[in-house]
Antibody, heavy 120, light 109 residues
């Protein structure tokens, strides 16, 4: 079955760079039409999509965060990495990685999420 | 940017009742690119509906999606105790990526 798990720091200082890793199993990012995305959720607020990477290394970004976010993949390790620069306290929240359904624009399997707090 | 507005913000109903949740887009959205999620406290979102009306794997048939253009609806035919949660709609646009609505909280009356 498909599983995903996020890992990374729980606390980051303002202006620093955040690096999160999504380690997955049950599918391959070298299979046609497969994609993995990152979505975040500030405490008590709505979901916000950040980035998506496809099997062919096509990368898509949220227009509002494009200048600060980078998504990469390591197919051999079954990992997707999200990097976000110049963090601010408003970036505090739970960060999820998720598997995109190959046949639709939706995410069918999600990791448990990792809470990142931006604070000095 | 396409904005998704969900209504109502909070819906108070009793088990056994029918729930109707609305998602309105600021511009026309392809039905193929509209999805609904359920989220319970402390849990990741769970995909319910994709392509506006297709149920995801394992989703009970009391959940149904409909709509087109700018107006979409998630209907829960008979509420079960486990259905009380927050529901989000989501759309995809080729130029702007994915956006989510602000959510509807379905609470027990």
């Amino acid at each position: 079955q498909i599983t995903l798990k996020e890992s990374g720091p729980t606390v980051v200082k303002p202006t620093q760079t955040l690096t999160l890793t999504c380690t997955f199993s049950g599918f391959s990012l070298s299979t046609t039409k497969v994609g993995v995305g990152w979505i975040r959720q500030p405490p008590g607020k709505a979901l916000e999509w950040l980035a998506l990477i496809y099997w062919d290394d096509d990368q898509r970004y949220s227009p509002s965060l494009k200048s600060r976010v980078t998504i990469t993949k390591d197919t051999s390790k079954n990992q997707v990495v999200l990097t976000m620069t110049n963090l601010d306290p408003v970036d505090t929240g739970t960060y999820y990685c998720a598997h995109k359904i190959p046949i639709a624009a939706a995410f069918d399997y999600w990791g448990q999420g990792t809470l990142v707090t931006v604070s000095s | 940017e396409i904005v998704l507005t969900q209504s109502p913000g909070t819906l108070s109903l009793s088990p056994g009742e029918r729930a109707t949740l609305s998602c309105r887009a600021s511009q026309s959205v392809s039905s193929s690119y509209l999805a609904w999620y359920q989220q319970k406290p402390g849990q990741a979102p769970r995909l319910l509906i994709y392509g506006a009306s297709s149920r995801a794997t394992g989703i009970p048939d009391r959940f149904s999606g409909s709509g087109s253009g700018t107006d979409f609806t998630l209907t829960i035919s008979r509420l079960e105790p486990e259905d009380f949660a927050v529901y989000y709609c989501q759309q995809y646009g080729t130029s702007l990526g994915y956006t989510f609505g602000q959510g509807t909280k379905l609470e027990i009356k």
